[in-house]
């Protein structure tokens, strides 16, 4: 604790409803009034502010106007510099010309990387890593993977002693167990819909299953209208739920069956491991750290892009209340070993803290 609230200045690529806003989130609320907060959204979405509470300071920056790498780490350094910062976070490949800045200005940094979008969901774009390796040496990078670990030690070549392996947490009070089982049969997904996250991929895989199952998917983004237009060609018409953004997810776990994560890239995704802490049975694509994540002996996880083994690991559980039980109970307890929110938000302040030293 300092006699005065540090001045954290975020940039993201975007401030929209993700694990990195969440976990971000998480964050504030742990710090408390240890820090007050800047937070700007390079593309103007800030639609995770919704889940800060009152006793967060924070104030939202418009994203600067002008446009060109040179350009834009010109405005965000004189930026940085009206902003008095103590500290700046900076979030993704979309917040790089920040890195730039703030290493401009001579202020302390720690950046995030959380994974990628689907243009680098397989391979990646070379002259990003180019920059990468240009801009982040030196510099603490977080990563939640082991996957991104390897990522950031071969390709951007980044020193082993600042890549940070800092996994995500949850908060296991909020994400609890459904007193009661669901009514029906409930597939259930959380995440923006975007095309990442291929709930295409999981439509695709409900479509074959039998008619009593329903979908909901939690989540807004710009893919809503073709996967309700993709719905109806399926002919699954009123099985798909679009329940939209909602500011705390938790209620939404305990009203699914099984959680299914059908991304085409991911790292180490929030909604998955709040599905764990809820109970649930999960089936999942093979993306960043899932395999490591889920009970080895559970064979739940799928290649990507294949409706078809999506489908075949949700039958099974589809029928056996008991094996879904069992399930969902040890994920429970891998989430209450390895990832409770506390232990982990503690990591990512030490690492805050060393910094602004």
Known sequence: MTERARRFVHVFSTFGAGGPQVRAVQLMHHLGGEAEHVVMAMDGNTDAR????DDVQV???DAPQVRGFLAVRRSQAQWLREQRADLVLTYNWGAIETVAAAKKARLPLVHHEDGFGPEEASKRIWRRSLMRRWLL???PVIVPSTVLVGIARTEWRLREANVLHLVNGVDLQRF???EKPVAGLVIGTVGGLRPEKDHANL?????????NVTVCLVGSGKLAA???????????GDRVVFAGQTSDTS??????TVFVLSSRTEQMPIAMLEAMASGLPVVATDVGDVRKILPADQNCVVA???????????????????LRASMGQANRRIVEQRYESTTCLERFCAVYRAALQ
């Open 176 to 178: 609890t167990v459904a």
């Open 226 to 236: 073709d996967l309700r237009q993709l719905a109806q060609q399926l002919g699954l």
């Open 304 to 322: 990507r892009e294949d409706s078809q083994a999506l489908a075949a690991a949700i039958a099974p559980l589809l029928d056996d209340p008991a």
């Open 59 to 61: 104030t939202f920056a």
């Open 137 to 139: 040496r030196s510099v």
């Open 203 to 211: 439509l695709r895989a409900v479509a074959t299953l039998p008619e």
């Open 251 to 256: 209620a939404s776990y305990r009203g699914f």
């Open 50 to 53: 919704e889940m800060l509470g």
